[in-house]
Nanobody, 122 residues
Framework: QVQLVESGGGLVPVGGSLRLSCVASGRTFSSYTMGWFRQTPGKERAFVARISRNSGVTDYTASVKGRFTISRDNAKNTVYLQMNSLKPEDTAIYYC???????????????WGQGTQVTVSS
């Protein structure tokens, strides 16, 4: 069992930056692919980024490439999402998730955090 707790969301102006953090409980954090997803009202939860167990592989949805960076610190059981050059369309609830598999689709993620709100004001 893994429990995930996100933090770092908030209100930021267009072009600003935020860093989200997600701390995992348990001693097997390094055995999970970690992902970030986001959701807006009335829409499905959408993939944002993922990072492999040893940070060797990262993957991003096209709309955030070059602006967002996912990273992890296995010693701290924490995954991060650095978000730069934020746009109004980045406004969403952001969730971190853990997958014991490759984590290519959201259906592969077994554990989810409660979410943190990110609002980009125009």
């Amino acid at each position: 069992q893994v429990q995930l707790v996100e933090s770092g969301g908030g209100l930021v102006p267009v072009g600003g930056s935020l860093r989200l953090s997600c701390v995992a409980s348990g001693r097997t954090f390094s055995s999970y692919t970690m992902g970030w997803f986001r959701q807006t009202p009335g829409k499905e939860r959408a993939f944002v980024a993922r990072i492999s167990r040893n940070s060797g592989v990262t993957d991003y949805t096209a709309s955030v490439k070059g602006r967002f960076t996912i990273s992890r610190d296995n010693a701290k059981n924490t995954v991060y999402l650095q978000m730069n050059s934020l746009k109004p369309e980045d406004t969403a609830i952001y969730y971190c998730a853990a997958s014991p598999r490759l984590g290519i689709t959201r259906y592969e993620y077994d554990y989810w955090g409660q979410g943190t709100q990110v609002t980009v004001s125009s």
